[in-house]
């Protein structure tokens, strides 16, 4: 192979590798991944929220919130009239805040999030994880790489992103979304026998997460708080950070 080509492969797939720690996987038919979680910039310089904000005006936070829980969109859902009253405490609060604009975000967050720990990026972690959490999730990471344990996750399509609680405490937001998501998971060891999941096999993931922002910070992003699966069939791929 002529030395040029060799450069622009080596070019290319140092691309894929670095869009794919930073965007999680696509899958063709998915929407673009932009989400207040990361303090990314558009082509004016203006944060992502900031953009949205501007290109929402036409519809009030309680609008958003009220058509979402009536009409459920794009596998987003608010559970109930409880927790429709406890986001309209919320959009009181924090003039900008977007329920549709949250669950993008949330949802994308939902992808990074697992994929980036499935490959041990603590890079990105760091980037969306509250700090105890963060820890809890870098000591799973150490404990892999101790046994020589290799971890992949795939995450194929949400199938539904639910609010099913939120609350202001401390001058803190927090919204806890139910996931249910459709994955591939292989845990190997170090001689590349396989421990738990298959590289091809299609399960279905659900987990719950809690994510906080504080509403008077000048940062826009919405760390995650709590990881937790309360259910018999909690898969157990995301480490278990309730305390409670």
């Not at 949250?102 to 994308?108: N, P, R, V």
Request: glycine content about 4%; some cysteine; charged content about 30%.
């Amino acid at each position: 192979m002529p030395p040029d080509l060799i450069v622009y492969a080596l070019v290319a797939a140092g691309l894929v590798f670095w869009l794919r720690n930073v965007l999680g996987t696509r899958h063709g038919d998915e929407r673009e991944r932009h989400s207040s979680y990361m303090q990314q910039k558009n082509s004016v310089g203006k944060t992502i929220k900031e953009t949205l904000i501007v290109e929402n005006h036409d519809s009030t936070s309680k609008d958003l919130i009220t058509e979402l829980f009536k009409n459920a969109k794009d596998a987003m859902f608010i559970k109930d009239k409880t927790v429709v009253d406890s986001l309209f405490n919320i959009a009181d609060i924090d003039k900008s805040f977007n329920v549709v604009h949250f669950l993008e975000g949330a949802q994308d967050a939902f992808v990074i999030i697992v994929e980036s720990f499935a490959v041990g990026d603590c890079e990105t972690l760091k980037e969306l994880l509250d700090k105890s959490v963060y820890e809890a999730f870098e000591a799973v990471i150490s404990e892999r790489i101790e046994k020589k344990e290799s971890h992949k996750s795939e995450i194929h399509a949400i199938k539904k992103a639910e609010i099913i609680e939120a609350s202001v405490k401390d001058k803190m937001a927090y919204i806890t979304v139910s996931f249910i998501a459709e994955e591939t998971s292989v845990t190997k060891d170090k001689d590349g026998k396989i421990l738990s999941g298959h590289p091809d096999k299609v399960t279905e993931m659900r987990d719950i997460w809690v994510f906080g922002h504080e509403i008077k910070s000048r940062d826009p992003r919405w760390f995650l708080y709590e990881t937790r699966g309360d259910f018999d069939d909690d898969n157990e791929i995301i480490p278990n950070t309730n305390t409670d």
